[in-house]
């Protein structure tokens, strides 16, 4: 049987204050065609499908008509979905009885019933075109503190080699280990997958659209948490596709770039076969709905030389807003580096492209020496403001001017 492997979706974010609309919908679409062009019997979306607590009711229309087109698609498809840490996990799982009826598992929470975890809820049988059972999912969401039994419970001292790392990696590993072990018993011998959403160590990051998720402090758990039961583990939360700790380990990654440093990733989703030969998956690499550009390539350029650099890109002057190329800026200062950023995007403006962000960088040289130049100053005796001048200079090669401190000073009145 086949799978196709997606998370991320992030449906509802904006970049730079530009919408994600039209790139969403074009994914979707091209989700149907994958769907179908793989004849993939099962569909895994491994959370984060919206990118707030509070979507709007366009971003659950589009969510809701995306399914119905999947299932429009490939009529015997089961669809796994779990909640990610953006999401609203309840009103993720509120229409799972009607969502139910095209075949989407919706889990949002994990579910306890006498003790032990409610099987029926998390575990998801996953049939062939035939309609013949060939494996089973076991659905775990983005786990909460609330999620994980056990947690700030002190490890009795016989049992400290076996349950290395800290409070929240043990009590993440006991949590799978319960679930797997119940799910192999109802499993009778078929392959088991599973799903996860969160972050993994040694896996690689990305700036600017992924939250680091804290638990009780931690930011991370090793991959062996998964029991090598387990044939294969969907996951979501980092935007780069990879695999990590073995193969069949994977994040499928996001489906398009969603912040300025995944410009270079390889975006797309996971084919997965399932077979009497264990476990493969490929990457498929997905078209960009909407070009995402960095100018320059590498480095940083100045400030006259932009005009040229779009220009250029020999871009269509005609094209809607909603489909021009979102660009981000790397620029070097010749000079004080003040409302350099307010420059470049006016620059921007006479092109048909939109500001995907700016970034000012100084010369190596003068970054180094202007660290070496600060003196250590505890933490404790630094105000707010002071670190936000640190920061902003450390951003934009010039430091505050009187304009954003009161910017500042507001944000903090109202926090």
């Known amino acids: 049987m086949r799978l196709i492997h997606t998370a991320d979706w992030h449906i509802g974010q904006t970049l730079n204050g530009w919408t994600r609309e039209v790139e969403h919908r074009a994914f979707l679409a091209r989700l149907c065609d994958v769907v179908e062009d793989h004849a993939a019997d099962v569909l895994v979306v491994a959370g984060d499908v919206f990118d707030g607590i509070n979507p709007s009711g366009e971003s659950l229309q589009m969510l809701y008509e995306g399914l119905v087109a999947l299932r429009a698609r490939r009529p015997r498809l089961t669809t796994v979905m779990v909640a990610g840490n953006h999401d609203p996990a309840g009103r993720l799982e509120a229409p799972a009885a009607v969502l139910r009826a095209i075949g989407v598992h919706v889990v949002g929470v994990m579910h306890r019933r006498e003790g032990g975890i409610a099987m029926d809820r998390h575990l998801v049988p996953l049939p062939d075109a035939a309609g013949t059972v060939r494996a089973h999912m076991l659905a775990i969401p983005f786990l909460r503190a609330a999620d994980l039994p056990g947690l700030g419970v002190m490890t009795p001292p016989d049992d400290a080699a076996a349950e290395a790392g800290s409070p929240v990696v043990r009590a993440t590993r006991r949590l799978y280990a319960e679930a797997t072990a119940a799910a192999l018993g109802a499993a009778q011998g078929l392959p088991l997958l599973a799903t996860g959403h969160l972050h993994c160590s040694g896996a690689a990051e990305s700036e600017g659209a992924e939250r680091r998720i804290l638990v009780g402090g931690e930011h991370a758990v090793p991959p062996d948490v998964f029991p090598p039961e387990l044939a294969y583990v969907a996951l979501g939360h980092l935007h780069k596709p990879q695999a990590v700790g073995r193969e069949s380990v994977r994040y499928s990654g996001s489906p398009f770039p969603l912040s300025a440093t995944e410009l270079p990733y390889d975006h797309g989703v996971t084919l997965v076969e399932v077979g009497e030969g264990g ?14 550009l960095r100018l320059p390539d590498s480095g940083a350029l100045a400030l006259p030389a932009l005009d040229g650099a779009l220009a250029a890109l020999g871009l269509d002057a005609q094209t809607p807003v909603e489909r021009r190329p979102f660009v981000h800026v790397v620029v070097s200062p010749e000079g004080s580096a003040a409302g350099l950023s307010a420059e470049v995007e006016r620059v921007l403006q006479a092109h048909p492209v939109r500001c ?30 002071d670190l936000f001048a640190l920061a902003f200079e450390a951003e934009h090669g010039s430091p505050p001017t009187p304009r954003h401190l009161a910017a500042f000073h507001d944000a903090e009145a109202e926090a």
């Not at 476990?279 to 995402?292: M, N």
């Not at 070496?372 to 403001?385: G, M, T």
């Open 279 to 292: 476990v493969r998956s490929e990457h498929i690499r997905l078209a960009r709905p909407v070009p995402c």
């Open 356 to 385: 995907a962000g700016v970034k000012v960088e100084r010369p190596a040289a003068a970054a180094a020496t202007a660290d070496a130049a600060l003196p250590v100053v505890p933490l404790a005796e630094r105000s707010p403001a």
